[in-house]
Every structure is written in C-alpha cells, then in structure tokens.
C-alpha cells in the first residue's frame, strides 16, 4: 500500500535557515504527545522537498531590477518555443537546472518579497546533500531517498502538474521492456517514469497555499537505492533522443536562420499567442525572408485583409530566388496559403488565410 503524508512548515525559509535540521525535526518523532504525532521516516521512505524551499535555503535570487526576459535566457540552454503575450515574451527553454520548462523555471510566487527565485543548477546533488545530511542529523542509516520537486505544463496537455527536479537514492525509471504483459506478450516500449510520479503524487497533498513543502511517500522501498544512484537528470532528453528540440514556427525560423531567443528574432517579430490578422503574419514573415540580407525589394499590400499580395523586385535573380523560397517556408510557418507568379525581374505572392 502506497501512503502519502504532508508535513507543514510553519516558518519562512531563508538563507539563514538549516533545511537540513528543520527537515529532520519535521521527520523525529515526537516525545510529547502534545505536539501531537509526527511521521517518522521509515526505511524506504521517499522524502519529496519542493524545490522553491531549496532555491530560497541556498539563496538563488536573482539580482534586483533585471529584466526578466533576460534572466530567462540567462538560465537556459537552449530556446525551444517563444510566443508576444501583453506581458513580454514567454519562452520554453531548457533550462540549465536541466528540464525543459516555461521560463526556465523562474518564480517570484511564496518568494516573501519581489525577488526572483532561480533552480539550482545541480537539483540531484542538492537532493544528495539532504540525503545525507537528514541522516546524519537522525542518527540513522541513508535508506530513503530524496526528491526535489518543482512545477511544469506538459506538451499537448493542459494544467500544471509536479516532476522531478532532482533525486538521490531513488531508481528513477522502472524499465519493463521485455517483460510479459497480462496477455503474455512482450511489453516493447514501457518504461515507468517513477520519479515523476512520486513527485506528482507528493503534490496531492502539498501546497503553496497551505505551507506545506514537504512530504513523505511511503510503500514503494522497492525503488529506493543504497546509493545516491543517476538522479532525475537522466529523464530530461537531450540529442537524438529529442524529438521535439523545437516547436512548430521555431523550427521553420530556425531553418531560415531566425532562432529563438536570438535577437534577430525580437526584430523580425515573435508570434503571439493570441489570434493575429493575416497582414500581420504576412509582415512578419516577409521579415523572416529578408532576414538573410539579400537586395531585394519588397512590397505587402492587398485589397483586402483577407487577401494580400507580397512584390518581390530584385536584378539579381539568385538572391529574387532565395528570398521568394525563404518567403514560402516563412509563410507556411505562418500557416499562410499562398499563389506565386514569376516576371522578368519581380515575382507576386498572393497570400490568404
């Protein structure tokens, strides 16, 4: 049987504050009856910390005043998405505490004040120092293990939901492949995501509102480990493996030589995530087609706005050809129809909806 218990923190945690002692005094049992009756760890226990406690105990604030579209890009590897809200530019990124995540992960919610909250950068060898140091502090063997959760939207699904930031002493992925299923037949493709589950299940009965950060998952020994073992930094996939480095208008602007997150895409324009006129996903695109630097001329005009038309004029018929193929890529990033037609030294792209 799998059984999840909160613990309530009642203070705020700063920089001066000893996670590892306040931890283990939420994990001792109490010799008073009433303070009333504290879980004790057991072995194979997972204790399941929320990473803004973390960031807030190691004080990974970020400096006063800066930008925060900035900081994101400061914190990440890579850009994968980026979409014009009112507010600024939001951006998936991945980040360098590891996962792919909005905004790198930053936060300014529970923060106490105004600041920014960051990651760490090494969730699973913060996760191992807890680790140990909690059972040092108890007195006791290091047979639990510790995950360090923090929040994240899914691709194609919609909410929030927790994952795993970081982990020690726990086997993170429970890998079926090969075994049999009820019907006998080989389970090819299963592999148990475990870490992510425990963290998600952890949160049912955490909350930011509640004050409670921390919780114990109980029942599943089996995938605790005596070692600190991979950590969670073996779920976040990477090269190869990633089908999904990109997404969908990122990807054409990227082949066209716009990447996210640089700044000749702030200055061609970024997609907004409300609906736009088809005048302005043209504009934009025929931005993205001139970004190369080619001598040509341009001009978007129409009758109406449902119905445009792009002049491209260039003596040079090379770079004419060039622009009017970056054009076309552009606007189907655009998800744009279009007609062309070729003259002597100009060619007429007729865009609509």
Request: charged fraction near 25%; proline fraction near 6%.
């Amino acid at each position: 049987m799998i059984s999840i218990r909160p613990l309530a923190v009642a203070t705020e945690v700063t920089p001066e504050t000893d996670l590892p002692a306040l931890l283990a005094g939420l994990l001792r049992p109490s010799a008073d009856p009433r303070d009333g009756v504290v879980p004790t760890l057991l072995p194979g226990d997972i204790l399941v910390v929320t990473s803004k406690v973390v960031s807030k105990w190691l004080g990974l604030y970020a400096e006063p005043g800066v930008d925060r579209a900035d900081l994101v890009l400061q914190q990440s590897r890579s850009v994968v998405a980026e979409r014009a809200t009112e507010g600024g530019v939001t951006r998936v990124v991945h980040a360098t505490a590891g996962p792919v995540m909005a905004g790198a992960g930053i936060d300014a919610s529970n923060s106490g004040d105004d600041r920014l909250l960051l990651l760490p950068d090494d969730a699973d060898a913060v996760a191992a120092r807890l680790r140990h140091e909690v059972a040092k502090l108890l007195g006791r063997p290091v047979d639990f293990a510790v995950v360090l959760s923090d929040t994240s939207g899914r691709a194609w699904r919609a909410g929030l939901t927790d994952f795993a930031l970081g982990a020690a002493g726990l086997r993170p992925i429970d890998d079926l492949r090969g075994l049999p299923d009820t019907a006998g037949r080989d389970l090819a493709v299963t592999i148990r995501n475990i870490a992510d589950e425990v963290a998600a299940a952890a949160d049912l009965v955490k909350g930011k509102v509640d004050r409670v950060p921390v919780a114990v998952v109980s029942g599943l020994a089996g995938f605790v480990t005596a070692d600190d073992g991979p950590g969670a930094g073996v779920l976040v996939r990477t090269g190869p493996t990633d089908w999904f480095g990109l997404g969908r208008a990122e990807a054409v602007r990227a082949a066209l030589g716009v990447p996210p997150g640089s700044a000749v895409s702030a200055r061609v324009g970024i997609e907004s995530t409300t609906p736009e006129p088809l005048r302005e996903r043209a504009a934009r695109a025929l931005r993205v087609a001139l970004a190369a630097g080619d001598q040509v001329e341009a001009e978007l005009n129409g009758p109406t706005e449902s119905s445009l038309a792009v002049r491209l004029r260039s003596a040079d018929p090379v770079a004419l050809g060039r622009v009017w193929a970056r054009l076309e890529a552009a606007l189907a990033g655009e998800r744009a129809e279009w007609v062309a037609a070729r003259h002597d030294h100009d060619v007429t792209v007729t865009i609509s909806q």
